[in-house]
């Protein structure tokens, strides 16, 4: 049975029409994975008794011709996003306990087409941080190697794709969430344009960064998830109104060479790479040469301010959002005090972990007054001028190329202890999220060690279907 399920949606549709395939026996499969592998932390909550029943009712869907466009496709969803009356704790032990009352947008829609929900997976605290082990639930390892880290913070949601746990995954991305897991687990992690995707009933971390995005193995199967998410979405004021592309129809063209212009940023190249990721990446932009793609090298001028910049504005954002977490009305909530400001230092002090609080310092710190002017203004207008570097390169090319990751897996627990070692491993990634534009990463080869690597393609506002494209090229 095994043989007949693959990373294509189609194929296993097709699989499941012809009768070679069941949905029970489908569903079963990717629920022995999850039981098998349960040493990788992945799932904090199995939806198994309700995946076998959905399942059931999909078998008899199919038999009549009334399935959905997503009927087989099963899906895990990051605890950050909203699965009406399951838990919803952004793997932080102030939500302890709490319950969604509402589908998200993104859920809604893939039930709406006969998706099946599998599980809620773990992630970062609040999705903040680039390993996977700021959770309260512990941290998950790599399918690839199980004394290092997945990446994060959605790296649960890239390890359950990777390790055939499900077909597809709903990550979240602020500044490389979805891309730097996908690089290290060897899958392909899509981050879409600003608003692309509702983020009604995603947790927010920062609310002009955060985006709702897709693991998956194969373009089909993306394109076709993509297709039934994007969209309007009245329950979100920064959701667009741009047509949505009918992606899974267009995504296997194939792209003239002759007539796309490839960049990769000089930026990006410099120290701190890893050369055996360096090299690979460089032997994926030479094949393109090969295969007829015009491929010069750009330059970002402002690449020196991401790191600072990204840190600075998500810092505030947080500082802002997280305020709702108080003990009074939901979740954890401290029982030693004496006054109202006692609790909600105790209930804040144990209810939130350590990365969460220093980047709410952080941020408080750049809002506060003397410092605004001094730290958050001067980001936002470092913002734009990142925002302007991309524009100004996209006039000379149609699509970016870089590496992913700087390098490929690190240890667990190797860089806890340094928080800017750790926040340079988005580098190359919080760019297209400062930008507010589309990005994806797909797997480029594995280094001396098996560990896997990414390159990275960067396109312009709302061309995910240009990406997908360029990903049948490399």
Not at 22 to 27: A, F, G, Q, Y
Not at 278 to 287: N, P, Q, S, Y
Not at 350 to 378: N, P
Request: aromatic content about 8%.
């Amino acid at each position: 049975m095994s043989d007949l399920i693959s990373s294509d949606l189609s194929a296993v549709q097709e699989s499941l029409r012809s009768g070679k395939l069941t949905c029970r026996e489908l569903v079963t499969s990717y629920l022995n994975n999850i039981e098998a592998q349960k040493d990788l932390n992945v799932f904090i909550e199995v939806f198994a008794d309700e995946a076998l029943q959905k399942a059931d009712e999909t078998d008899a869907l199919l038999k009549s011709g009334n399935a959905g466009k997503l009927a087989g496709a099963v899906i895990s969803v990051k605890d950050v996003i909203a699965i009406k009356d399951k838990g919803l704790t952004c793997s932080s032990a102030i939500l302890k306990g709490f319950k969604s009352l509402y589908d998200s947008t993104a859920v809604a829609r893939l039930r709406s087409e006969g998706a099946i929900i599998i599980g809620r997976v773990n992630c970062d605290e609040f999705a903040m941080g680039s390993s996977n082990e700021n959770s309260v639930y512990g941290p998950v390892a790599n399918p690839f190697d199980k004394t290092r880290v997945p990446g994060g913070s959605s790296g649960a949601s890239a390890v359950s794709v990777a390790a055939g746990m499900c077909i597809a995954s709903l990550g979240s991305e602020t500044g490389g969430s979805i891309r730097q897991p996908a690089s290290f687990c060897g899958v392909t992690g899509l981050k879409v344009t600003y608003g692309r995707i509702s983020r009604y009933g995603l947790v927010a971390f920062a609310s002009s960064f955060d985006t709702i995005g897709i693991f998956s193995k194969s373009n089909d199967t993306t394109s076709r998830v993509l297709e039934v998410i994007a969209g309007h979405d009245p329950n979100d004021s920064t959701s667009s109104a741009e047509h949505v592309p009918a992606y899974s129809e267009s995504v296997s063209a194939r792209l003239d060479p002759s007539k796309i212009r490839l960049g990769y940023i000089k930026e990006y190249f410099g120290e701190g790479l890893d050369g055996e990721v360096r090299d690979g990446v460089f032997g994926k932009i030479e094949a393109l040469k090969q295969n007829g793609f015009s491929v010069r090298e750009i330059s970002l001028p402002n690449s020196k301010y991401l790191i600072q910049t990204y840190y600075v504005l998500t810092c505030a954002e947080a500082s802002s959002n997280l305020s709702r977490y108080d003990g009074v009305r939901y979740g954890f909530r401290a029982e030693d005090h004496d006054s109202l400001e006692e609790m909600y230092v105790n209930t804040r002090s144990r209810g939130f972990g350590t990365e969460v609080k220093r980047r709410i310092m952080l941020g408080t710190y750049v809002l506060s007054a003397g410092y605004y002017d001094a730290y958050y203004r001067k980001a936002q207008k470092a913002r734009r001028l990142i925002r302007e570097d991309f524009e100004n390169a996209f006039r000379d090319v149609d699509y970016i190329i870089t590496p992913t990751t700087p390098t490929t897996a690190f240890r667990i627990g190797e860089k806890i202890d340094d928080p800017l070692s750790m926040y340079l491993s988005d580098i190359y990634t919080v760019s297209a999220n400062l930008a507010g534009i589309p990005a994806m990463s797909v797997p480029a080869g594995t280094d001396s060690k098996g560990l896997p690597f990414g390159i990275q393609i960067i396109g312009k506002k709302f061309d995910e279907g240009g990406l997908l494209r360029m990903w049948n090229e490399i």
